[in-house]
């Protein structure tokens, strides 16, 4: 799980120049590290809080996905 948070806070790290709610983006994800196992159930809980939010928030979670994607190797 200390692998799974370092790409996440990786990931963060190179969103964070191109997102608008970069906090709000940390609050919903980083809680969900304690409840997956890898990055394909993190990226699917992140897809569905997607789902639900509005723009440009939603934008803000495409951009950290593919900065996610980018780094997992995925």
């Known amino acids: 799980m ?3 948070r370092e790409l996440v806070e990786e990931a963060l790290f190179e969103a964070r120049p191109y997102v608008e709610y970069y906090d709000r983006l940390r609050e919903e994800i980083m809680p969900l590290l304690k409840a997956v196992s890898d990055v394909e159930e993190l990226r699917l809980r992140i897809e569905e809080i997607g789902r639900g ?3 440009p928030f939603r934008t803000d979670i495409r951009i950290f996905l593919q900065k996610l994607d980018s780094l997992a190797g995925t």
């Open 2 to 4: 200390d692998d799974l």
């Open 53 to 55: 939010a509005g723009e």
